[in-house]
């Protein structure tokens, strides 16, 4: 298989921005993510089509305005949550109004007051247990109007007169006026089940099972670059055995440079696509005190864990990352309607859970290999409480004042990054740590005047 056949090689680099932008961004609209975004990708439509299919399993569909990329989803992702326009993640409440606004939509017209998209909302979401929508209540209004402007930065809504503002501060003195994108509304509520019939967020993610050796090769590759594309590192541990073969293989590399334009790095221990050009959404290194704190922290941890004349680093076995999956899967399934979840006994469940938090806190489990270095928590707040000293006001006040924030929003930025592991009493250091062993940082000080 060779990818971007048809491609000239002057045209290259604009095909794989191309596909960078639909790794990117699943759905392009004339407005979203800009007004350059759906020209690049109707130009390369066909090859995209064709080339998306054989690499990653994807299905390209563009209907009017809109280009939407239909994924495979290996597993759920928990960091990649929708966010209001102030950055805020979405709770239950905006995803189930988001849905619940989303089928009201495609049963409506060309046009839609933003009171009368409450009312849809509420006639469905007053029939489920633990939702309801009250248009008295202010944070009900604000919960549908961050919704709304979800879906409006998409261009699915188009304010043609009034203020979403001012109908969630006061529904009787305001109101909002939206043209409906109704390409936009079908490209984008696509599910693959009829969610009627789903009794777990899992069967979301289940497959048609292979009668080939060939077909089962052929999904362990795609398998293989979707995770190297979706993933910041992909560690051979955290993957099965068909598809780890894939990460080690010369293919892979060879295929994602081709189409994405960025080059893989291998390691022993698991492979990462070097993301020069923002593919990611967020980035690593990147800018922020937050992120140089990250940075910072992972450079001290690495240190500790090489250092040959500190005291011992204890090693402990890696949580199962399955059972961490299960219990996300745990967590969206409480979200279920009580009549269609399959029965659980809670005490056994909670039985396995302590079980699990045992064997990971067991420091003698496993071989020396795949044990990893722990750090507690205080080595990572006396790390941070030398970092706001060492470099002083390149930290802004608000973070010397509560350097305990610092410490965990630094820290939660390197389990997204695949970089350490959250366990009881401090993080597991995964080998992507190592790549920062003796840096040196050079923060650039604020200016006082």
Do not use: C
């Not at 594309?229 to 894939?246: F, I, K, L, S, W």
């Not at 967020?282 to 240190?303: I, K, N, R």
């Not at 909670?350 to 064997?359: K, L, T």
């Amino acid at each position: 298989m060779r990818l971007a056949a048809k491609v000239s090689d002057l045209e290259l680099a604009d095909y794989q921005r191309a596909v960078r932008l639909l790794l990117r961004h699943p759905l392009i609209t004339s407005s979203w993510p800009d007004e350059r975004a759906l020209p690049r990708v109707r130009r390369f439509s066909a090859e995209l089509r064709r080339d998306l299919a054989d690499a990653f399993g994807y299905r390209l569909e563009l209907h009017g305005a809109t280009a939407r990329l239909v994924r495979t989803a290996d597993a759920l992702d928990p960091d990649r949550p929708a966010v209001t326009r102030t950055g805020r993640p979405f709770d239950r409440q905006r995803y189930a109004y988001l849905s619940l606004a989303l089928a009201a939509l495609g049963r409506a017209g060309i046009q839609v007051t933003l009171g009368e998209l409450a009312d849809a909302v509420a006639s469905d979401a007053n029939r489920i247990t633990g939702l309801g929508f009250d248009p008295d209540a202010g944070p009900d209004r604000r919960a549908l109007v961050d919704a709304a402007g979800w879906l409006e930065e998409r261009g699915v809504l188009r304010l043609a007169d009034g203020s979403s503002a001012s109908w969630a501060g006061d529904p009787g003195a305001g109101e909002a006026l939206y043209d409906i994108a109704r390409d936009v509304v079908f490209a984008l509520f696509r599910p693959p089940r009829v969610l009627q019939h789903v009794d777990s967020v899992a069967a979301l993610l289940e497959r048609s099972m292979s009668r080939s050796g060939n077909a089962d090769r052929r999904a362990a590759a795609q398998a293989a670059r979707r995770a190297v594309a979706d993933r910041p590192v992909v560690y051979y541990a955290d993957v099965t055995t068909e598809v780890a073969n894939h990460l080690r293989g010369s293919a892979l590399p060879a295929d994602l440079y081709r189409l994405t334009g960025l080059r893989v790095e291998r390691r022993a221990e698991g492979v990462l696509l070097v993301d020069t050009v923002r593919l990611s959404a967020e980035q690593f290194p990147g800018t922020g005190s937050v992120a140089q704190a990250a940075v910072l922290l992972a450079t001290a941890m690495a240190d500790r864990a090489a250092d040959p004349d500190g005291r011992r680093v204890r090693r402990m076995a890696a949580p199962d990352p399955g059972a961490a999956r299960a219990a996300l899967v745990g967590q969206v399934d409480a979200g279920l309607p009580r009549a269609t979840r399959v029965g659980i006994d809670e005490g056994a469940e909670a039985h396995d859970d302590e079980a699990g938090d045992d064997e990971a806190g067991d420091d003698e489990a496993g071989d020396d290999d795949s044990r990893l270095p722990f750090i507690t928590h205080s080595f990572l707040s006396d790390a941070v409480a030398d970092i706001l000293d060492r470099y002083g006001t390149a930290f802004g006040a608000t973070w010397h004042a509560d350097p305990e924030r610092l410490r965990s929003e630094a820290v939660a930025l390197l389990v997204r990054f695949g970089a350490v592991v959250s366990v009881p009493g401090g993080v597991l250091v995964r080998p992507l740590v190592g790549r920062y062993r003796n840096t040196v940082a050079q923060v650039r000080q604020r200016a006082l005047f």
